[in-house]
């Protein structure tokens, strides 16, 4: 995946805490794409791991106190808060995040954080009964209200043995956070709905119809959405995907379900871009028990299933609200996209081929044409996330001129 760290200044607070350990391999990740990683240790953080560490994985001096001069030609604490493109405080302790909270300024990181107007990202990491006491709590909702962004810890067994939250967040969601602090959030404001992934059709417990689709497409899509700072649903078919961190998911199985869930959804949307390879047929008799082979070989009769974008762009939509459509197709791709384009009233339809091995279905790559009323787009040959961009950069030149209102 793109990196889009280089040339960044990641300053890092670390405080004390047995996570500090993985922090230290977040900090190599960034300083091999290029971000610039100054990092600031507590006192106790230096219990945990040592300056070296760090100095050795980012190749720059690490800061530890206020007042020492030993950093000739580092930068200095108000230096530090004002070149720095974010701040990412991990693991913080109980105690930094009080001292954030109450806008102490008694030690170097604390005093940068003042100082800086960049973002700051916080990710607690301590033991469950800390993390849950009321004090904490109310420490983390006041760090809110501050603007700052608080990264929940994952739940689990701890060093210390308790079970519950207080673990340090996995490094694949901090990376989505920086991501979104760092990016211009262009789609600030969008409701946008997604839908992913292949439905299922069931025949009897045990069997399905089904289609070759695997999501990644749809998952991109959402995931490029709330990197740019749109609300997120995304409503998936079966799939083997993570939930792409930040985004509300809603797991569907058959057409029907999808349906319900995207009518339900859309009132609130101002975008929904339908990449769902919805099934257009299921069988006509879903059996309660399965088909024994004994009886011969069963006749399957389909029914249609709803043609949900159909019946989605023959709704009245709200001012602003825009339906993007996805046309799998593996012959006269543009001629095809159009007619679906005007027959089910869309704003846009995205184009896929699906005959080739590194478009459509399964692939990570994916060369699409857009298609509006008046305009064709081809797209060259890019990776889903940069394709999933490239949607919303047409939808943002083409249809918000103007900021929404
Ligand atoms: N779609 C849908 N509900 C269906 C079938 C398709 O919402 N029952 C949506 C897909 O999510 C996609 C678009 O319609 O955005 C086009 O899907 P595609 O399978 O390419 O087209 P179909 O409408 O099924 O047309 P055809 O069978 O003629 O190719």
Same mark, same amino acid.
């Given at each position: 995946m793109g990196t889009g760290f280089a040339g960044n200044i990641i300053v890092v607070g670390v405080c004390g805490s047995i996570a500090a350990f993985k922090v230290a391999g977040w900090v190599s990740t960034l300083a091999k794409e290029e971000a610039r990683v100054p990092v600031v240790m507590t006192d106790s953080a230096q219990k945990f791991i040592t300056p070296l560490t760090f100095a050795a994985l980012t190749g720059e001096s690490v800061y530890t /106190?206020? &007042? #020492? *001069? %030993?950093? /000739?030609g580092a930068m200095s604490h108000i230096e530090l808060a004002q070149e720095a493109s974010v701040f990412l405080i991990a693991p913080a302790s109980a105690q930094t995040i009080a001292r954030l909270a109450h806008g102490f300024a008694d030690d170097l990181l604390s005093t940068a954080v003042l100082a800086t107007r960049a973002p700051v990202i916080v990710c607690p990491a301590m033991n469950t009964r800390m993390y849950q006491h009321r004090a904490t709590q109310d420490n983390l909702s006041r760090l809110r209200q501050l603007g700052y962004t608080v990264v929940d810890p994952e739940s689990g067994l701890m060093a210390c043995k308790d079970e519950g939250p207080g673990r340090l967040v996995e490094w694949e969601s901090v990376q989505e956070v920086l991501w979104r602090s760092l990016r211009s959030l262009d789609l600030q404001g969008e409701q946008v709905l997604v839908t992913a992934g292949p439905t299922r059709e069931p025949i009897d417990p045990a069997r399905f119809i089904s289609n070759r689709s695997s999501g990644k497409m749809g998952y991109a899509l959402a995931r490029a959405a709330y990197r740019r700072g749109a609300d997120v649903v995304l409503v998936s078919g079966p799939s083997t995907l993570n939930c792409p961190y930040g985004v509300r998911r809603i797991m569907v199985e058959t057409a029907a379900e999808m349906f319900e869930a995207v009518c339900r959804e859309f009132e609130k949307a101002t975008i929904l871009v339908k990449s769902a390879a919805v099934s257009d047929f299921r069988p006509a008799v879903q059996h309660e028990h399965k088909v024994k082979k004994k009886n011969g070989a069963p006749a399957l009769e389909l029914v249609r299933n709803p043609d949900i974008l159909y019946e989605i762009g023959r709704k009245k939509r709200k001012p602003g609200q825009l339906v993007i459509g996805f046309a799998a197709e593996s012959e006269n791709l543009e001629m095809e996209g159009k007619r679906k384009l005007q027959r089910k009233n869309l704003d846009m339809i995205a184009v896929n *081929?699906?005959? =080739?091995? *590194?478009? =459509? &279905? %399964? #692939?990570d790559t994916n060369r699409l044409i857009l298609l509006t009323g008046d305009e064709t787009i081809e797209l060259p040959l890019l990776s889903k996330s940069e394709t999933a961009d490239r949607i919303f950069d047409v939808l943002k030149e083409k249809f918000r001129s103007s900021p929404l209102s």
């Open positions: /106190s206020m &007042f #020492a *001069d %030993e950093h /000739s *081929d699906i005959s =080739g091995s *590194d478009t =459509g &279905f %399964e #692939a």
